[in-house]
């Protein structure tokens, strides 16, 4: 599969900071998916991305889908205490005529009060 | 709620044991992948199923298999255990066979 390169690890933050994290590729995606994932639960999806260019946002979420089509990034604004979790950039590859996805590692969010 | 259920929330289990986990889909979905997440591995995609019949392979062991029933929900079987299958265990569900993925609350399986 292909590999998503997902920066920083980790964040710690102050409540009401802005965040922004990314995602890179070494292969072009057609679309990106951010999810999020809260401790002990399953990964919500966030937002997708299905243009180059592309910046939609999911309330104090911004994700954009980069020119190149190799990167992604999010941006969550004023930072507060639910925003804690695990954030996972996926993009889809395809496996034989199977499209399959391939997730970041993740980057550990803390925010602080 | 994303609408996709697993169960059992949790399964302790010893080692060389055999144990199911369950899945079914969001309404209307037709395709079901089964996810490993380990606290070293990220999410490993397993194996997925669409509208009953096996789509793709992940990295997933010869002891574990799954199927698809039906009424299209999903079994992922895990034998002859070891202590590193010890994981969260996802099931994802999206419409057709290349959708957005929706994913389930997990298993955590710990062997012992």
């Known amino acids: 599969g292909q590999q998503l390169n997902q920066s920083p690890q980790s964040m710690f933050i102050q409540e009401g900071e802005d965040v922004s994290m990314n995602c890179t590729s070494s292969s072009i995606f057609n679309t990106w998916l951010w999810y999020k994932q809260d401790p002990g639960e399953g990964p919500v999806l966030l937002i997708a991305?299905?243009?180059?260019?592309e910046l939609t946002s999911n309330g104090r979420l911004t994700a954009q889908f980069g020119i190149t089509r190799k990167d992604s990034f999010l941006n969550i604004s004023a930072s507060i205490p639910s925003d804690v979790g695990i954030y996972f950039c996926a993009g889809p590859y395809f496996s034989g005529s199977a499209r399959q996805l391939t997730f970041g590692s993740g980057t550990q969010l803390t925010v602080l009060p | 709620d994303s609408g996709v259920t697993q169960t059992p929330k949790h399964l302790i289990t010893a080692t060389g044991q055999r144990v199911t986990l369950r899945c079914s889909p969001r309404s209307g979905d037709l395709s079901v992948y089964w996810y490993q997440q380990s606290l070293d591995q990220g999410l490993q995609f397993l194996i997925q199923?669409?509208?009953?019949?096996?789509?793709a392979k992940g990295n997933i062991l010869e002891r574990f298999s799954a199927q698809q029933f039906p009424d299209l929900h999903s079994e992922l079987n895990l034998s002859s255990l070891e202590l590193g299958d010890s994981a969260l265990y996802f099931c994802?569900?999206?419409?057709?066979?290349?959708?957005?993925?929706?994913f389930g609350p997990g298993t955590r399986l710990t062997v012992t």
């Open positions: 199923y669409y509208n009953g019949e096996e789509r």
């Open positions: 991305l299905y243009k180059a260019g």
């Open positions: 994802a569900s999206s419409v057709g066979d290349q959708g957005e993925q929706y």
